[in-house]
């Protein structure tokens, strides 16, 4: 497996590969990987001939607040995880690469940002698309991988392909969980033990909700108030939102129906996770 830096190079590599008819998966992500990642470079395997995993903590994408300082890094480690899963590239830009001086472009996914995450996160949506278009630009995928943990970046990510034209493929993978169910995460690492204990209530939460909806529940008030209260029981956590929104657009639904989104954000101390659940009524 080969180390890349250079953004140059990146795209040099990835042209002399497709012109030997070679087919570029790109697994995006911001390094720290855990088994949610090592899930999707296998199935970037499974797809692709060519595996190019991108190690790359955006600075875009943290508000002034957040923890891009803090945000747990171990090159080496991602290096040999990724080689064991037979990845071809790592590609790990520096910041300067990616927004050398001048740089003053981004991409704004409209609608789908101003919602659930994006309403704490001023801007993180706009930081996550404009990093990933470069990325699909530099590496030029045919296909590209991302959770279904972050169901709203992915929503958003398959809004701007389709909007912007862009010639690849995005394949959603399911969320990878914990033995107790936690949605794997490298922010899992910042909760204390007595905070992890406590974080299954997410995931505890979303079963018991799919469990009503089994019964034939469909009104989304309620649902979510459901959820609020199983969450709510749980004294470690702070709900920051409850949402059932259309899978597509992300808005606001009265009643579920087709295929609805139930994600949530919640705090235990200063950690915020996220988790979700796809339903098809
Ligand atoms: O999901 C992530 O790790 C990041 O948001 C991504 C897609 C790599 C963009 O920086």
Known sequence: ??????????????????????????????????????????????????????????????GANEDFAEYPRDLSRDENLAAREGADVIFAPLVKGMYPQGFHSSVEVEKLTDRLCGQARPGHFRGVATVVAKLFNIVGPDQAFFGQKDAQQLAVIRRMVADLNMPLTIVGVPTVREPDGLAMSSRNVYLTPEQRQAAPVLVRSLREARELIGQGERDAAKIGGFIRQRITREPLAVIDYVEIVDNDFLQPVDKLAGTCLIALAVRFGNTRLIDNMVVEV
């Open 1 to 62: 497996m080969q180390r890349i830096s250079a953004v140059s190079e990146m795209t040099a590599w990835s042209r002399e590969k497709q012109r030997q008819g070679e087919t570029i998966g790109l697994v995006p992500t911001m390094g720290y990987l855990h088994e949610g990642h090592l899930t999707l470079i296998r199935r970037a395997k499974e797809k692709c001939n060519r595996v190019v995993v991108s190690i790359f903590v955006n600075p875009l994408q943290f």
